[in-house]
């Protein structure tokens, strides 16, 4: 089947771009955030395409005085790759690489946004991330992290939220490969593998430059992927930095961080990061373990929903809001200077994490 991407010189392999090789779990996502300088404002956007599953889906979300209000929208794919709307949601890319539009038509919810990110710095190729369990490949993909300004607005009912560059800032990620999407798979890797991922992914924005880092864990600690870099300003290269390592002071009945530290040692010494969180934006607001909406999912050929989490009296202890992105202030120290920015800790920890002293598949922190 011809569709318009094929018109395109992208083709990498001898199918027609409707045709994402034979893995069912195969997807193509972006991913966009913003927070405001001061104010306790964030916003985020997820679009995905499951060619296998025939499934796209979308979800816009703002935090805003103390509520996390989402949208979600699905519809069929349909093979056509290039276009990137599930109505009212639309991502398009003014230049690759450089800029893109986010739209969130007039709804019966009430939630609109006109917003337009550019770029801060390059776009970072991040190492690529593969996972197996025995014989199986859980994870296989590349991603791709830009930092940037926002600027436009929000409206959430009759609330509006200017945007501008100096008050908004935030980071993209495009990635694309293979993760678990859509339905779990019926036959589980033989035999049954305990439960268990830990994953710290920390972009951080400062006046003159950004900071990096990821990590992911095994259950006794020992890092199975992990990255470290300073990205200056566009348009100079991303530099690598060393021994990156995370100490995170666990909030008590969550998996989440009270506080946390960032700890690199390079060529030019030692450097560390203070990261104090200020709030939490919940990942199941753009469909990360929501327990309906989640990515890949088959709701029919086209389906919008909302939901709005009050942050005073969310359980956090709940399954379905682990994976966290924590807005953080940011306090660099040590042999790259003194800093002061602002940015995120995402998390996702789940079973069991020795030196987090979390010792079972639901354990919480004391």
């Known amino acids: 089947m011809l569709t318009k991407a094929d018109d395109y010189p992208v083709h990498q392999s001898p199918e027609p771009i409707a045709f994402a090789g034979t893995d069912r779990n195969f997807y193509d996502r972006y991913f966009f955030n913003g927070m405001h300088a001061t104010d306790d404002i964030f916003f985020a956007v997820a679009m995905g395409q499951y060619p296998n599953l025939n499934v796209m889906d979308a979800a816009f979300c703002v935090i805003v005085d103390g509520k996390q209000h989402s949208l979600f929208a699905s519809r069929e794919l349909g093979m056509e790759r290039m276009e990137t709307d599930v109505a009212p949601i639309t991502v398009e890319i003014l230049e690759p690489l450089v800029s893109h539009r986010i739209t969130v038509a007039p709804n019966e919810h009430g939630i609109e946004a006109e917003l337009t990110f550019r770029k801060r710095t390059i776009a970072v190729e991040e190492p690529r991330f593969t996972y197996r369990m025995g014989p199986r490949t859980i994870l296989d993909y590349t991603r791709l992290t830009q930092f940037g300004t926002w600027e436009g607005w929000i409206k959430v009912g009759d609330t509006r939220i200017d945007v501008t560059p100096d008050t908004f800032n935030g980071v993209r990620d495009r990635s694309w490969g293979i993760r678990p999407v859509g339905a779990a798979d019926p036959q589980p890797v033989a035999p049954p593998p305990e439960p268990q991922f830990y994953w710290l992914w920390a972009p951080l924005n400062f006046d003159d430059g950004c900071t990096l880092f990821h990590v992911n864990e095994n259950a006794e600690g020992a890092a199975w992927a992990r990255s470290a870099q300073w990205v ?29 530290q960032l700890m690199f040692t390079d060529e030019a010494g030692e450097t560390t990061i203070k990261l104090t969180p200020r709030f939490k934006f919940f990942m199941r607001g753009v469909g990360y373990m929501h327990p309906k909406r989640s990515h890949g999912t088959y709701h029919g050929k086209h389906s919008v929903a909302h939901e709005v989490l009050d942050l005073a009296t969310l359980d956090e202890g709940d399954f379905h809001s682990t994976h966290i992105q924590a807005i953080v202030d940011a306090e660099m120290s040590g042999a790259r200077g003194t800093r002061r920015g602002r940015g995120l800790l995402e998390q996702l920890v789940i079973g069991r994490h020795d030196p987090s002293g979390l010792k079972d598949l639901f354990g919480l922190a004391q």
């Open 232 to 260: 200056p300003l566009d348009p100079a290269p991303a530099e690598p930095m060393t021994d990156g390592r995370a100490k995170l002071e666990l909030q008590s009945g969550t998996r989440h961080a009270r506080e946390a």
